[in-house]
Structure formats: structure tokens, C-alpha cells
């Protein structure tokens, strides 16, 4: 019996650090998909629009379900329209940003600069809610963008693409998902994570659905079959891995969580190298390990002060542990 009772929290620990790794994996496939995309649909508009639109009835139902089982009276007016328009900058706008982007950078270089939205939120946090930076924050910030800056500039643009160009692009996308966590860290207290991020992705898709119309004709929507199985799998892998860093969050704590989810990049780059045979030399990997190392610090010092802060600062946002972000 005593066994049992020492087996098991080791057990539900194991299970916990699976589904994180197991939603890595996820997110990190989904740059990969999307450049897998482009090679029968070079079209970032068309590529978007059927992605969203495939995982729209999923959010339609968090919605309703939300709704049903906690009252449709969650929130006001007020809160609902901010979780509307931060859809439509967090995701919408970022989303574009980045799947345009990713038609000029690999799919691993892309990943990495996306991630540099974690910073970004520690940066903003401490300009307009007050989080104190320290000197080995200054640090840890400092080992990232050198890390970012030596990938750069090892790393070579392939014939008709622009390295410039789709760096900023994506770049961008980072700081606008930075303020959409900073900007919604009040709102979702309030609505709820559920019915805020419902709200936020039924609105970037409507966007996205607008951006389609605007731009492309209803037969654009007529691609290869593999495309098809491309946007579907890139739902999964967007929608699923949600779930597994939810219930991870339960069982092994944020900590782990953003630990094991700052490998994320790296693995980004690893599938890029075996499915797409983009380069991954050691000097992408070093840099690509300087921005990992230098993330983690800050989130791991985010957690040191995040009860303290959370006292005198209740808007701030918890967001490291978060891997999901566009695509």
C-alpha cells in the first residue's frame, strides 16, 4: 500500500511531463506544416483562411459550452469587445505576419524569432505594469538577442527568398502576441480563459475570412488534396496541444512547463532539418541555445517575483508557460 501511494505521484509527475512534451512536439510541427503547405499552395492568405476556418466549429463550441455551463452574463460589454479587437491584433494580425513571414525564413529561424515574444512580454510588463528588470534580467535579455542576432547572420537566404524581410515580419508578429498577453492579462481574469480566448480566435478567424474575400476569389479555396490534409493537421496540432499544457500545468507546475517548452525552437529546427532539409549548422544551434538559456532565466525569474508582484501588480500576466502562439 505504501508502494502504491509513492508510485503514484511519480507516476502522475511522468504522465504531466509526456503531454508537455507531447505539446512541444505539437508546436513545434506547426511552422514545418505550414512551409509543408506552401509547396503545392504558395499562398499565405489562402493557407491561413482554411486553417481558421477548419478550426472554427472548435471554437464556436468552447464558446457555447463556456457559456452554457457557467451563464452567458460572464463579463461585460466592455470586456467582450477588448477580448474582440485583441483577437484580431494577437492573432489575426500576428498569425498573417507570420505565416507570411515564413515564406522567406526557415521554418526553425521562424520558430525561434516568434519566440522571442516571451521576452517581449517581460520587457513590456516592466514599462507599463511596473515588473521590476534586474541586472541579471538586463542579462539574460542581452544573451537572447545576441543569440537571435547570431542566427541571423549565419544563416543564408535560399534563392527567392528574403531573410530581411520575413525576420521583421515575424519579428513584428512577436511583439504584437507581447502585447496581446500583456494587453488581455486584466480582461481574462474577468471573462474567463475560456470565453476570452473563444471570443479572441472567433474574431481572428472572421478576420481572416475577411482578408480571404477581400483579396482571393472563392476557387482559390480549391487546392491540392494534400493541402487539405496539411490545414487539418495543423488544426490538431494547434488545437490538441492546448489541452495537454493545460492538464501538464496541473500536474508538474509552470516551472517544468516553460522549461521543457523552451526546447520547443530547437525541435522546430531539428524537424525543419529531417522534413524540409533546411540547414542546422552549430552556430544556428549555439545561438538558438543562448536565446533558450536566456528565456528560461527570465521566466524563471518572473516566478521567483511572481507572487511579490502579483500583490502589489495583479494585471500581470503569467504568460511563459504558454508555447501555443499563431500558426
Known amino acids: 500500500m505504501n508502494i502504491d501511494n509513492q508510485r503514484s505521484p511519480s507516476a502522475y509527475w511522468v504522465i504531466g511531463a509526456g503531454l508537455c512534451v507531447s505539446a512541444v512536439v505539437g508546436f513545434s510541427l506547426r511552422p514545418v506544416l505550414i512551409k509543408a503547405a506552401y509547396v503545392d499552395t504558395p499562398d499565405p492568405v489562402t493557407i491561413l483562411a482554411l486553417r481558421m476556418i477548419i478550426a472554427l466549429p472548435f471554437f464556436i463550441g468552447m464558446a457555447t459550452w463556456v457559456n452554457v455551463k457557467h451563464g452567458a452574463s460572464g463579463g461585460s460589454v466592455r470586456d467582450v469587445a477588448a477580448a474582440v479587437g485583441l483577437g484580431c491584433v494577437g492573432y489575426y494580425a500576428a498569425s498573417t505576419l507570420d505565416f507570411v ?107 481572416c475570412i ?35 499544457i493545460a492538464e501538464a500545468l496541473k500536474r ?28 542546422m549548422t552549430m552556430l544556428q544551434l549555439l545561438g538558438a541555445s543562448l536565446v533558450v538559456g536566456g528565456i528560461v532565466a527570465v521566466g524563471r525569474a518572473q516566478d521567483r517575483g511572481g507572487q511579490s508582484r502579483a500583490g502589489r501588480h495583479p494585471a500581470l500576466p503569467q504568460t511563459l508557460p504558454s508555447m501555443r502562439k499563431c500558426s
Open 101 to 207: 513571414g515564413l515564406q522567406h525564413v526557415p521554418a526553425g529561424i521562424g520558430r525561434l524569432i516568434l519566440f522571442l515574444y516571451t521576452s517581449f512580454v517581460f520587457v513590456l510588463s516592466s514599462l507599463f505594469l511596473g515588473a521590476p528588470i534586474r541586472g541579471r534580467d538586463a542579462l539574460a535579455l542581452m544573451l537572447i538577442y545576441a543569440g537571435m542576432a547570431l542566427v541571423l547572420l549565419v544563416t543564408t537566404s535560399t534563392p527567392g527568398q528574403n531573410m530581411a524581410l520575413g525576420a521583421t515580419l515575424i519579428l513584428a508578429g512577436a511583439l504584437l502576441v507581447a502585447i496581446y498577453l500583456v494587453s488581455g492579462s486584466q480582461v481574462v481574469r474577468r471573462l474567463g480563459a475560456i470565453r476570452y480566448t473563444s471570443y479572441a480566435m472567433i474574431s481572428a478567424t472572421i478576420c
Open 210 to 244: 475577411l482578408q480571404f474575400a477581400a483579396m482571393r476569389p472563392l476557387s482559390a479555396l480549391d487546392v491540392p488534396r494534400s493541402t487539405v490534409v496539411l490545414c487539418i493537421t495543423l488544426t490538431v496540432v494547434s488545437v490538441l496541444p492546448e489541452l495537454f
Open 252 to 279: 508538474i507546475g509552470a516551472n517544468q512547463v516553460a522549461t521543457i517548452g523552451a526546447l520547443g525552437p530547437v525541435s522546430t529546427m531539428i524537424f525543419g532539418y529531417a522534413a524540409l532539409g533546411e540547414t
